[in-house]
């Protein structure tokens, strides 16, 4: 028997799976994975990426208080609401702003790290424990948990993610109604959570055609009608959301991701699709790409493969397909800010690494020809990415940060990257022993945990003097005070400083309802009301409420009783006349 026939008898063996389960096990990887997090929260004190954060911080704060999902005093309906509803906790439990923070961020950890459990579970169908406990760990602390600390939908979208793709296993393997109907719902609640979850149920259709197909030697016509029929419900499920979605008046069904329903060029999707395909691949250490793209290749033979492993290649490249559309769109979009974006991808990074730890666990079976068009594959990527994106991904491309903070120029940074994949390429097509192409991938994964986590404490401490005088509206004129933040400076004068001074007081005090602008919308991209100054000075907005204080920088002052001034000096707190029956003129700016 040659090296291929062996090799594809190999990895034609049946899953194997854990004679007893591993809960204890499986537990004690949950709650490494939530102190790992947890502590590399403690160096970041406040929000670093906005408007995001500062989104779901008032959409969670306006549900634990009022019972509504709102932002600066007015509905937000186009917003994922599982995650500011899981933030609430945090509201109802802290004692004030600055600590509800401290409680959200320990809650974000707890909840990555729980994708532990399912990932762990995918991996026992076709790993032996320890390498599916491994699986489980590297799902829990993989360098995007350095988004435990941010205030993003990433932390409850991506357990939600992994828990989706277990169950659509388990129904491509036996595709009964209540299996369908588990994934629809496991999708449905992802939708919630996050837009981006659109694509999942067009995945696992796909993937459950594909599966049905490529098993079948012969007749494989018959074969796609019958998976056609047995999947019936989920089209079913899938034709009455398109229906029910298209009737919605007045709403745009994907939140903020409507914005990428538009037509690209082809050419800007393909150069981004293989952008972000090389940041994918610097993120995981190359090897396990191309183990992946060996097994890809591998899944279309009918006998290469076991069932199960052939299934969770198929779904992967499906869900994976998936989300890079909609990645590819917004990189495409003038709201991709010319960046890779694998913040929005890394989801389904721990099925890459079950597969590529099932090529491990098979020999590292290695056909010439595919191995090699691979491996030439992996080392030219890295050329796509474009020399912007090196000096502006940020967070959204962790991949990248470890040139970026450097200070690399961009064409010796993709030099590098390529000199990288040449050498990993190198290792994936000649290396013989296990633990060589695992270290790889497991260098790979802690240097851009590194650079991700220097990356946020840097922005951290950058912002500590702002974040340290965080709640002192709240202290003054206590939580349920109606306080309006101003912003009188004109669009000419916008210094990002002043404006994160003003985000602080949003953020970190719940007495701020709202923000008023007498320039139109800020940075943030949020609403904000908009601020008329009479040339009397008198101060006219359409608030829903009547403000009580109003807090505004001390350049600016109000004729109006000086309740408090912040630690800094910088802004000034206001008590608003309340007997005033001149709605028009909310506040009167003091002469000089």
């Known amino acids: ?65 009022t019972g509504h999902f709102i932002v600066r005093g007015g509905a937000a309906p186009r917003y994922g609401v599982v995650y500011p509803a899981l933030l609430a906790a945090a509201q109802w439990l802290g004692s004030d702003q600055t600590s509800a923070y401290v409680l959200a961020q320990g809650l974000n950890a707890v909840v990555f790290s729980l994708t532990a459990v399912p990932t762990y579970l995918i991996a026992s169908r076709v790993l032996q424990r320890r390498y599916a406990l491994l699986a489980g760990l590297l799902a829990a602390v993989l360098p995007s948990c350095v988004l435990t600390s941010a205030i993003m939908t990433e932390n409850a979208f991506y357990p939600l993610f992994v828990t989706s793709a277990l169950l659509m296993l388990r129904a491509l393997e036996r595709p009964s109604l209540a299996r369908q109907l588990l994934v629809v719902a496991s999708i449905g609640v992802a939708f919630l959570a996050r837009a981006q979850a659109v694509v999942l149920l067009p995945a696992f259709l796909v993937a459950a055609v594909l599966s049905a197909v490529v098993t079948s030697r012969s007749r494989r016509a018959s074969a796609l009608v019958a998976s056609l029929r047995q999947v019936a419900p989920t089209i079913a499920c899938l034709a009455l959301a398109t229906v029910a979605a298209s009737a919605l008046p007045g709403r745009s069904t994907l939140g903020p991701y409507h914005v990428l329903v538009a037509s690209y060029g082809p050419r800007s999707l393909a150069h981004w699709g293989l952008a972000n395909l090389a940041d994918i691949e610097l993120y995981m250490g190359v090897i396990p790409l191309g183990a992946f793209g060996i097994l890809l290749v591998q899944a279309f033979s009918p006998t290469a493969l076991s069932a199960e492993l052939r299934r969770l290649v198929l779904l992967t490249a499906c869900l994976g397909a998936g989300m890079f559309a909609t990645v590819v ?207 009397n000075g008198c101060l006219a907005a359409a608030f829903p409420w009547t403000p009580q204080y109003a807090v505004v920088e001390a350049e600016s002052p109000l004729a109006a009783a000086v309740v408090r001034f912040s630690p800094s000096k910088r802004a000034i707190l206001y008590r608003l006349d309340a007997s005033s029956s001149d709605r028009s003129c909310f506040a009167q700016l003091q002469h000089r």
């Open 1 to 65: 028997m040659n090296t291929s026939t062996m090799e594809a008898a190999c990895l034609a063996q049946p899953a194997r799976r854990s004679g007893e389960r591993a809960w204890p096990q499986v537990g004690a990887v949950v709650f490494v994975g939530t102190v790992v997090n947890g502590l590399l929260a403690i160096p970041i004190r406040g929000p670093r990426i906005f408007g995001d954060e500062l989104i779901y911080w008032e959409l969670a704060r306006g549900f634990a208080w």
């Open 329 to 535: 769109a917004l990189s495409a979009s003038q709201y991709g800010l010319e960046r890779t974006h694998e913040r929005n991808l890394f989801y389904f990074v721990p099925l890459i690494l079950i597969c590529f730890l099932a090529w491990l666990e098979a020999g590292l079976p290695r056909p010439r020809g595919t191995a090699t068009i691979v491996a030439i594959a992996l080392v030219l990527l890295p050329l796509t990415i474009p020399l912007v994106a090196i000096a502006s991904s940020g967070e959204d491309g962790l991949a990248l940060v470890w040139w970026e903070d450097r200070g690399t120029p961009p064409a010796h940074a993709v030099a590098e990257m390529v000199l990288v994949a040449a050498v990993a390429a190198t290792v994936f097509l000649l290396a013989r022993w296990r633990l060589v192409m695992l270290g790889v991938c497991l260098f790979a994964l802690a240097a851009a945990l590194y650079a991700g986590e220097r990356h946020a404490a840097r922005a951290g401490v950058a912002g500590r003097a702002t974040w340290r005088q965080a709640a002192w509206i709240d202290r003054a004129v206590g939580p349920d005070a109606r306080v309006v933040a101003l912003w009188g400076t004109t669009r000419a004068d916008l210094d990002y400083s002043r404006i994160t001074r003003l985000w602080a007081d949003e953020f970190f005090n719940r007495g701020v309802r709202d923000v008023a602008s007498a320039d139109g919308p800020l940075p943030d991209g949020l609403p904000v009301e908009k601020l008329k100054i009479r040339s």
